[in-house]
C-alpha cells in the first residue's frame, strides 16, 4: 500500500516536474484566490503537502481556512500572514528581478521583526510598525536578500551576496531531488541491478557539506535510495553504497558513485513499526497498563491571545512557528509577586542550529554532516503533532502558515503544542523530622507550562520543550527518537567481524549498520534581565586550601566571580573538575540585600564534538567547538551556523563572530548554548528509537528577592476532578 | 504555637532523661503488647515520634495495626516483621551483654538478608531460609555486632571490632543530644544573654565528623541552636557561633564554643513557609493555576503482592523500606517480550552513602561534612509522605517498620509511595516528512512507575525516585528540597563586604548568609544482566584521525571498548573531552547478531569534589573521589562510607576497598554511582528551596533484540476518562 502510494507520489512528481520546467513560476491569478490554503495550486509541495496532514474534519478545516484567511497581525513579531504572503508573491512576481526570468524560487519568506528598542517600547493598543516581509530568492541561479515593504510595496533587494553557501533548501528541492535520478538510465538500471523494482524505490535528498573544490560554484545534492518493498521503514533498506551526486538547480545527474554491489540489502522482516503491523497476539504484552491522563476538567490556566500571546500563571510570552528555526519564544517576562511587575527575561529564544555529524569516513558516508535548521528547515520538517500522544489531552494546538517555493502560502495544522503538565513532581517540600520533633509536613505540587513541537528530518525526530515553571525556571530539552540512518553491510553477526571498531557503528540487525553520530543543538537567548543591558559572569568555584593554623579543614570550595569584559572571556568549556556557574545579570539593578539581579544557564548531560577543527565538517560546525558563547546582540547574527549554511566553507558562524571579540560588558547581549549528544547505536534502536532527552535549564538567581512560590497552594483532595473510565471501556 | 509544642518536648523530653537514666532498659512484659505498635511505650523516640505523623483515621490506624501485628515474612528479603523485632527485643534482653547493664541501645535492628546464591534460586512457594536479625548495639560504651538466628534463638556476637568509627545515631541519641545542653549553667546563660528564652529554643544534633585526636575514643556531637520566636522556621534564625560539644554516651557537656557574640539574630519576618501563615490577600497571585491531575479511572496497573513484590508491565521487582538506606530495590527482572521470560537486572540497590561537605572553614562550620545515612539514617529520617502533593492522586504508599533504640518496634507510614507517572512524554515516535511524502504518523505516551521516598535531615530534605520505563531504562532522580543551613551575619547587605569570596556563601537576606556546600548522593548497584557473573566495559568515544587520501574527512569519532580487568580500571573520573560510554555486560551471553547483552550507567548532570584528598572530610567522603567504581560483589562491603561512619578515619571506605585492585571480569560486580550537587545558594532559596533535581540512568544496551516497546499501543480517545471538576469546587 505504502509502495502504491509512494508509486502515485513518483508519477506525480514527473508530471509536476514538466510543469516546473516548462511553466513560467510567475503565480496565476487564481493563486491569490483563498482555497489555495488547501493547496489546489501549482505548487509541487503544496499539493503533495496535503497528502501527510491528519485530515481535520470538513469542519474544523473551514473553521481553520476561515481563520487563517482573515488573520491579521496584532503584535509587531506576529508572522506573516496568508494575507501578506500573498501580498509578497504578487509584488515580487512583477519585480524587475523575477518577472522576466523563467523559473525562479523563494528559499524563505518570513517577517523582517522591527527593531528591537521598538518592539520592547510597544504596548497593546498602539500601531503596528511597518510590516516588511524578508525574503530569500534564487533567479537564475543567483541568491537574493530583499526586504518587501508590505505597506509602500517597496522592495529592497540587499547587495549582501552570501560569502559562501546557499540557502535553505526549499521542499521543492528536496521533493524534486528525490525522483531526478531517475530521469538517468544508469541510475535506473543500476537500481534494477540492485534487484529492487523502480516503484519500490524511496530515495533521501542528502545535503552534502563541503570539502573543497568539488562542492563549490554550483548548488549540489547527493540522493541515496533504500527498498521499499514489504515495510515501510524503507530506512531500514538501504541500498548501500549508491550514491547520486545532483546539480539540485538543472537536476542533472552529475555523478553516480555505486562502492556497495557486493552488499546486500537487509530484510524487511521486523522493520515494520506502525501499530497496524503488529502482531496481534504479541499486542497484550504491553497493553497492561490502565488508562492514565493529564486531567483538567476545569479547562487550561492559559490564555493566548491574539493567536501568540501566551498568559499562564506569572509568565508572559511571544509564541510564533518559523520555518528555519521551528518554534521562537520572544519577549518572555515572568510576574514580581511583590511587585506585581511584569520583569523581562528573555527578549527571544530559538534553535539557531543543529549539527550531525556522522562517524563513516567511507564514500556513502564521510559527507553526512547535517545541518538541519540552515540546510533543510527545522519549522519546514514539523509535522502535524499526534494529539494524545505527543501531547496530552489537555494541549491546545498552533498552526504555521509557511510559504512554498513558489510564495503561495500554505498551513502547516497542529504544528506546535501548549500545554500545562503535572508529572507528581514536588515544587518544594519541608518535613519536620524526629531531630526537632515539630508537626510540620508542607509540600507544593509542581505544575509546569510546555510548548512543543517535533520535527522530522527524514529518518530523525526531533522533539523541542520549552517549560516553564512557576519559580521563574526555564527549561529547554531536547528528545531524539525517530528512526536510524543505517549502512547496509555484509555482516550477519559480529563473530564475522575483526575490529569492532572499525565497523563505524554497530551491527543492529543481520546485514544492517547502527553508524556512530552526534547531535548538537545550538540555541539563540537573547536574555534580557529587567532590561536589555546586561553582563555575563562566570562564577568560578575553586578549592582554597586553608593556611596552617587557619582550621582543622585543609581545603574549601570558593565562588570567585569573574566578569566577562568580552567575547573572548565567555568562550566556555564545561569541565567537571573546573566548575562555574554562568550567570547573566543585570549590573545595574541589585535586590534589597544587594546582589545582581540575574538568571543563571544550567547544564545538565550533554555531549562536546571531539572532532579536529580544521576537519572540513567541524569548521561549518565551529559554532559547537564551545558549549557557551556570549555575543553582543547584532540582529544579523542569529544563525549560528550562517545565514547560508548550505555548502558554506564555515566563514559565517558564531564561531567567527565571536573571534572579534567584541565588549559584551553592559551591553546587550546574547547567550548561545549548545546542547550535545553522542549516539552509539544499540539493537534497542531498531526498528525505531525510544526517546532519548538531555536539557538545560535557565534559572533565576537572586533574580527574586525570595521563594517566588511560596504562596503556591497544596492539592487537596475537594478541588481534584471526579473520573470515570470511558464510557466505551 | 510551636514554641509551646516545643516547650512540651522539652518537658516530656527531661521526664524521659530520668526514665531514661534510672531505670534499666530492659523491655518491661507489656513491652509485647501489640499497643506498644501505637508507642505508648517506654521509648522516648517512640513517643515523641507519634506527634509528627499524619493522623490516619481510627479505622485507618486499626487496620493499618492490625496489618503490622500479624505481618508474616513472605519471601526471603522481607524486612523484619513486628513480631520478629520483639522476639529479637526479647532475646537480647536476656542475652549476657545486656543483662547486666544497667543502659544500652539498638542501633539498628535489620534482616540479614539470606546469602545471594539462595535468594537467587529461591521461588514462590518454597519455604523460606531462617529468619535472621543483624544487630548494632551499644553497651557499656562498647560497640557489638550480633547476628540473632530467630528460628534457633542463637545470637552470635561478631568479632568484627569496628577500625574506627561509631554506629548510627538512634533517634534517642539524636533527641536526647538537642536538650541535653540545658542541664549546662552556662549554656543557659549564654542563651539568654543572646536575648533568646529558653522556651524558643530548638537546637540540632550535629555529626563533627572526625579531623583527629579530640574527636578520638569518646562519642562526640555539636549541638548548635536556634530561635523559634515568631517563625516556625527557625533554621533562619539561627544563634551564630555558639557550638555545644557533647558526649553523646554521657549528655555531658564537654565544651562551650561561642564565638558569634556580635552577630544578631536574623529577624524571623517573611521566614515562615508555611501555607497558614501566607498573607491571604497575596495568595491569589499563584493561585491561577486549574486543578490538574493525573487520573487513572480504572485504578493502577501495577500490584503489590506479599506487601513488597511490585509487579508492572514488564517489570517485577521486591521493594522495602530501610532504615539506613531509605529504600531497597532488589531483584529487579524485566520481562523479555520475544521470550515471555524474565530476566535478571539488577540484583540489589540503594543509596549507599551521603556526603555533604559545607565550605566554610570558620570554629562554627568547618565540621559540617554530613553522612547522612551512616550517620543519621537516610531511611529514619524519611518522615510520611504527603498524599496529593508528595504523590499524586494514584499513588498507593507502603510503611516502613523500624525498632527504636529499645528495640520496640514502630510503624512509619505512608514512608514510601508507589505511583504510575504520565508526564506528557513520548515513548517514542515517528512521522514522515514532506521528504519522503509517505503518510506516517505513530507515536506512543510515555507511561512509567515510580517509587519515591524523602527524607528530612534535619533542615534538608531528599526525594529519592526510582522510575522504571517499559523499554527498561531505570532512572534514578535525586532532587533537593527543604531549608538551608545558614549562617549568621552581621551584614546587611553586600554594600558592606569587601572580598565576597570571603563570605562564604550568599547574602540572602539581611543577617542571613547560604554558605555554600555540596551534595553527593552514592548508589550501590548490584547489576546482575542476565545472571550475576558480568564484566564492566569501557567504551571509550575517542577521535581517529584520517590517513592521507584515506577520505575527504580529516577525522572522525570511534568506539573503543576496554574490558575492566581489576578494580582500578573502573575508577572512573567523567571528562566531557574524553567521553565514554560504561557498559555491564554479561560476557557469556549474546545477542542474534552477537553483541554481548548489557546495561550503561549514563551519567547526566553532576558535580564532583573538589576538596584536598588529605582532607579530613574528603578522606572520610573518599567514595566521592570517582563517580564511577565498580567491585567485586561481597556482602561485606554495602556502606560505600563504610558500617561506622560516625567519627570514622575514612580507613573502611568503598576507596579502600577499591586500592585492592581486585579482579572484575566475568564475576559477580558492584556497580557505584555517586550524583553531585554543588550548591551555591541563591535567594530563591529563602526561606525554603524550590527542589533542584539531577539523575543518572541504567539503560539497556543490546540487551534486548530490539526496541522492547514496538508493540506499545497508541492513546485513544475512547479509552481516557471521563472527568468533571470536584463537585464542590
Same mark, same amino acid.
Not at 555523478?255 to 501499530?275: C, H, L, V
Given at each position: 500500500?505504502?509502495?502504491?502510494?509512494?508509486?502515485?507520489?513518483?508519477?506525480?512528481?514527473?508530471?509536476?516536474?514538466?510543469?516546473?520546467?516548462?511553466?513560467?513560476?510567475?503565480?496565476?491569478?487564481?493563486?491569490?484566490?483563498?482555497?489555495?490554503?488547501?493547496?489546489?495550486?501549482?505548487?509541487?509541495?503544496?499539493?503533495?503537502?496535503?497528502?501527510?496532514?491528519?485530515?481535520?474534519?470538513?469542519?474544523?478545516?473551514?473553521?481553520?481556512? &476561515?481563520?487563517? @484567511?482573515?488573520?491579521? !497581525?496584532?503584535? +509587531?513579531?506576529?508572522?506573516?500572514? *496568508?494575507?501578506?504572503? #500573498?501580498? %509578497?508573491?504578487?509584488?515580487?512576481?512583477?519585480?524587475?528581478?523575477?518577472?522576466?526570468?523563467?523559473?525562479?524560487?523563494?528559499?524563505?519568506?518570513?517577517?523582517?521583526?522591527?527593531?528591537?528598542?521598538?518592539? &520592547?517600547?510597544? @504596548?497593546?493598543?498602539? !500601531?503596528?510598525? +511597518?510590516?516588511?516581509?524578508?525574503? *530569500?530568492?534564487?533567479? #537564475?541561479? %543567483?541568491?537574493?536578500?530583499?526586504?518587501?515593504?508590505?505597506?509602500?510595496?517597496?522592495?529592497?533587494?540587499?547587495?549582501?551576496?552570501?560569502?559562501?553557501?546557499?540557502?535553505?533548501?526549499?521542499?521543492?528541492?528536496?521533493?524534486?531531488?528525490?525522483?531526478? !535520478?531517475?530521469?538517468?538510465?544508469?541510475?535506473?538500471?543500476?537500481?534494477?541491478?540492485?534487484? %529492487?523494482?523502480?516503484?519500490?524505490?524511496?530515495?533521501?535528498?542528502?545535503?552534502?557539506?563541503?570539502?573543497?573544490?568539488?562542492?563549490?560554484?554550483?548548488?549540489?545534492?547527493?540522493?541515496?535510495?533504500?527498498?521499499?518493498?514489504?515495510?515501510?521503514?524503507?530506512?531500514?533498506?538501504?541500498?548501500?553504497?549508491?550514491?547520486?551526486?545532483?546539480?539540485?538547480?538543472?537536476?542533472?545527474?552529475?555523478?553516480?558513485?555505486?562502492?556497495?554491489?557486493?552488499?546486500?540489502?537487509?530484510?524487511?522482516?521486523?522493520?515494520?513499526?506502525?501499530?497496524?503491523?503488529?502482531?496481534?497476539?504479541?499486542?497484550?504484552?504491553?497493553?497492561?497498563?490502565?488508562?492514565?491522563?493529564?486531567?483538567?476538567?476545569?479547562?487550561?490556566?492559559?490564555?493566548?491571545?491574539?493567536?501568540?500571546?501566551?498568559?499562564?500563571?506569572?509568565?508572559?510570552?511571544?509564541?510564533?512557528?518559523?520555518?528555519?528555526?521551528?518554534?521562537?519564544?520572544?519577549?518572555?517576562?515572568?510576574?514580581?509577586?511583590?511587585?506585581?511587575?511584569?520583569?523581562?527575561?528573555?527578549?527571544?529564544?530559538?534553535?539557531?542550529?543543529?549539527?550531525?555529524?556522522?562517524?563513516?569516513?567511507?564514500?556513502?558516508?564521510?559527507?553526512?554532516?547535517?545541518?538541519?535548521?540552515?540546510?533543510?528547515?527545522?519549522?519546514?520538517?514539523?509535522?502535524?503533532?499526534?494529539?494524545?500522544?505527543?501531547?496530552?489531552?489537555?494541549?491546545?494546538?498552533?498552526?504555521?502558515?509557511?510559504?512554498?517555493?513558489?510564495?503561495?502560502?500554505?498551513?502547516?495544522?497542529?504544528?506546535?503544542?501548549?500545554?500545562?503538565?503535572?508529572?507528581?513532581?514536588?515544587?518544594?517540600?519541608?518535613?519536620?523530622?524526629?531531630?526537632?520533633?515539630?508537626?510540620?509536613?508542607?509540600?507544593?505540587?509542581?505544575?509546569?507550562?510546555?510548548?512543543?513541537?517535533?520535527?522530522?528530518?527524514?529518518?530523525?525526530?526531533?522533539?523541542?520543550?520549552?517549560?516553564?515553571?512557576?519559580?521563574?525556571?526555564?527549561?529547554?530539552?531536547?528528545?531524539?527518537?525517530?528512526?536510524?540512518?543505517?549502512?547496509?553491510?555484509?555482516?550477519?553477526?559480529?563473530?564475522?567481524?575483526?575490529?569492532?571498531?572499525?565497523?563505524?557503528?554497530?551491527?543492529?540487525?543481520?546485514?544492517?549498520?547502527?553508524?556512530?553520530?552526534?547531535?548538537?543543538?545550538?540555541?539563540?537567548?537573547?536574555?534580557?534581565?529587567?532590561?536589555?543591558?546586561?553582563?555575563?559572569?562566570?562564577?568560578?568555584?575553586?578549592?582554597?586550601?586553608?593556611?596552617?593554623?587557619?582550621?582543622?579543614?585543609?581545603?574549601?570550595?570558593?565562588?570567585?566571580?569573574?566578569?566577562?569584559?568580552?567575547?573572548?572571556?565567555?568562550?566556555?568549556?564545561?569541565?567537571?573538575?573546573?566548575?562555574?556557574?554562568?550567570?547573566?545579570?543585570?549590573?545595574?539593578?541589585?535586590?534589597?540585600?544587594?546582589?545582581?539581579?540575574?538568571?543563571?544557564?544550567?547544564?545538565?548531560?550533554?555531549?562536546?564534538?571531539?572532532?579536529?577543527?580544521?576537519?572540513?565538517?567541524?569548521?561549518?560546525?565551529?559554532?559547537?567547538?564551545?558549549?557557551?558563547?556570549?555575543?553582543?546582540?547584532?540582529?544579523?547574527?542569529?544563525?549560528?551556523?550562517?545565514?547560508?549554511?548550505?555548502?558554506?566553507?564555515?566563514?559565517?558562524?558564531?564561531?567567527?563572530?565571536?573571534?572579534?571579540?567584541?565588549?559584551?560588558?553592559?551591553?546587550?547581549?546574547?547567550?548561545?548554548?549548545?546542547?550535545?549528544?553522542?549516539?552509539?547505536?544499540?539493537?534497542?534502536?531498531?526498528?525505531?528509537?525510544?526517546?532519548?532527552?538531555?536539557?538545560?535549564?535557565?534559572?533565576?538567581?537572586?533574580?527574586?528577592?525570595?521563594?517566588?512560590?511560596?504562596?503556591?497552594?497544596?492539592?487537596?483532595?475537594?478541588?481534584?476532578?471526579?473520573?470515570?473510565?470511558?464510557?466505551?471501556?
Amino acid at each position: 500500500m505504502e509502495s502504491k502510494s509512494f508509486f502515485s507520489f513518483i508519477a506525480i512528481a514527473f508530471l509536476l516536474l514538466i510543469t516546473w520546467t516548462h511553466l513560467p513560476h510567475a503565480p496565476s491569478p487564481e493563486a491569490d484566490i483563498p482555497t489555495l490554503l488547501d493547496c489546489a495550486s501549482n505548487s509541487p509541495w503544496c499539493t503533495s503537502k496535503n497528502r501527510f496532514q491528519s485530515k481535520p474534519s470538513a469542519s474544523t478545516s473551514n473553521r481553520r481556512r &476561515r481563520r487563517h @484567511e482573515s488573520a491579521v !497581525p496584532r503584535h +509587531p513579531l506576529d508572522p506573516l500572514t *496568508v494575507q501578506e504572503f #500573498n501580498k %509578497v508573491r504578487s509584488i515580487l512576481s512583477s519585480h524587475a528581478l523575477f518577472k522576466s526570468t523563467s523559473s525562479y524560487a523563494l528559499h524563505s519568506v518570513d517577517l523582517e521583526e522591527p527593531d528591537k528598542e521598538f518592539v &520592547r517600547k510597544w @504596548e497593546k493598543g498602539q !500601531p503596528l510598525f +511597518p510590516r516588511i516581509a524578508s525574503v *530569500v530568492a534564487r533567479a #537564475n541561479g %543567483v541568491t537574493h536578500v530583499l526586504t518587501v515593504n508590505l505597506e509602500t510595496n517597496e522592495v529592497n533587494v540587499q547587495n549582501t551576496a552570501p560569502p559562501t553557501g546557499y540557502p535553505t533548501m526549499t521542499i521543492e528541492d528536496m521533493t524534486s531531488s528525490t525522483w531526478a !535520478p531517475l530521469s538517468d538510465p544508469k541510475f535506473n538500471r543500476t537500481i534494477i541491478e540492485r534487484g %529492487v523494482n523502480l516503484d519500490d524505490l524511496a530515495c533521501l535528498p542528502i545535503s552534502l557539506g563541503w570539502f573543497g573544490k568539488k562542492e563549490e560554484n554550483r548548488r549540489l545534492i547527493k540522493v541515496q535510495c533504500y527498498s521499499m518493498k514489504d515495510t515501510a521503514n524503507f530506512y531500514m533498506r538501504p541500498i548501500e553504497g549508491l550514491t547520486v551526486l545532483l546539480d539540485m538547480d538543472t537536476k542533472e545527474v552529475v555523478e553516480i558513485s555505486d562502492t556497495g554491489r557486493s552488499i546486500p540489502i537487509p530484510k524487511a522482516a521486523n522493520t515494520d513499526y506502525r501499530f497496524s503491523e503488529q502482531k496481534l497476539q504479541q499486542e497484550a504484552v504491553l497493553n497492561l497498563i490502565n488508562p492514565i491522563s493529564i486531567e483538567q476538567p476545569k479547562g487550561p490556566s492559559f490564555v493566548i491571545e491574539d493567536e501568540h500571546l501566551v498568559k499562564w500563571a506569572n509568565w508572559e510570552f511571544h509564541l510564533k512557528p518559523d520555518p528555519r528555526a521551528g518554534v521562537v519564544i520572544s519577549q518572555a517576562k515572568v510576574r514580581d509577586l511583590d511587585s506585581g511587575v511584569m520583569r523581562d527575561v528573555m527578549y527571544k529564544g530559538f534553535t539557531s542550529e543543529l549539527f550531525v555529524p556522522y562517524m563513516d569516513p567511507t564514500d556513502a558516508w564521510y559527507f553526512k554532516t547535517y545541518m538541519d535548521a540552515g540546510e533543510y528547515g527545522f519549522g519546514l520538517q514539523a509535522m502535524p503533532l499526534d494529539p494524545l500522544n505527543d501531547c496530552p489531552r489537555n494541549a491546545y494546538y498552533m498552526d504555521g502558515v509557511f510559504a512554498a517555493g513558489d510564495g503561495v502560502p500554505y498551513v502547516r495544522s497542529n504544528m506546535v503544542c501548549v500545554f500545562e503538565r503535572y508529572a507528581g513532581d514536588i515544587g518544594w517540600r519541608h518535613a519536620e523530622s524526629p531531630i526537632t520533633g515539630m508537626e510540620i509536613k508542607e509540600v507544593r505540587p509542581k505544575v509546569t507550562l510546555v510548548v512543543r513541537m517535533a520535527a522530522s528530518v527524514a529518518n530523525y525526530d526531533y522533539i523541542v520543550d520549552w517549560e516553564f515553571q512557576t519559580d521563574g525556571l526555564i527549561r529547554v530539552k531536547v528528545g531524539l527518537s525517530g528512526i536510524l540512518m543505517v549502512k547496509g553491510s555484509e555482516y550477519e553477526n559480529m563473530d564475522q567481524v575483526e575490529g569492532q571498531e572499525n565497523l563505524y557503528g554497530t551491527l543492529l540487525s543481520e546485514n544492517v549498520i547502527g553508524v556512530i553520530h552526534d547531535h548538537y543543538i545550538t540555541f539563540y537567548l537573547d536574555m534580557d534581565i529587567d532590561g536589555s543591558d546586561n553582563s555575563f559572569v562566570k562564577v568560578n568555584l575553586k578549592r582554597q586550601d586553608t593556611s596552617a593554623g587557619e582550621s582543622p579543614r585543609k581545603s574549601y570550595m570558593k565562588a570567585v566571580r569573574n566578569v566577562a569584559k568580552t567575547e573572548k572571556d565567555a568562550q566556555i568549556q564545561l569541565k567537571l573538575y573546573d566548575p562555574s556557574e554562568f550567570h547573566v545579570i543585570n549590573p545595574t539593578k541589585k535586590t534589597r540585600v544587594g546582589n545582581p539581579v540575574g538568571y543563571k544557564v544550567v547544564p545538565a548531560g550533554t555531549a562536546a564534538s571531539l572532532l579536529d577543527h580544521d576537519d572540513p565538517p567541524q569548521r561549518r560546525g565551529a559554532f559547537t567547538n564551545n558549549q557557551i558563547w556570549v555575543t553582543p546582540y547584532n540582529r544579523s547574527e542569529q544563525w549560528a551556523g550562517g545565514l547560508f549554511v548550505y555548502q558554506s566553507h564555515g566563514d559565517d558562524t558564531l564561531a567567527v563572530w565571536s573571534e572579534r571579540d567584541r565588549p559584551i560588558e553592559n551591553k546587550d547581549i546574547v547567550v548561545w548554548y549548545t546542547l550535545g549528544f553522542h549516539h552509539v547505536p544499540c539493537q534497542e534502536d531498531f526498528p525505531i528509537m525510544p526517546t532519548v532527552s538531555s536539557s538545560f535549564d535557565l534559572k533565576p538567581v537572586n533574580f527574586f528577592e525570595s521563594n517566588p512560590i511560596l504562596r503556591i497552594p497544596p492539592n487537596v483532595e475537594k478541588d481534584l476532578p471526579v473520573c470515570r473510565p470511558a464510557a466505551s471501556a
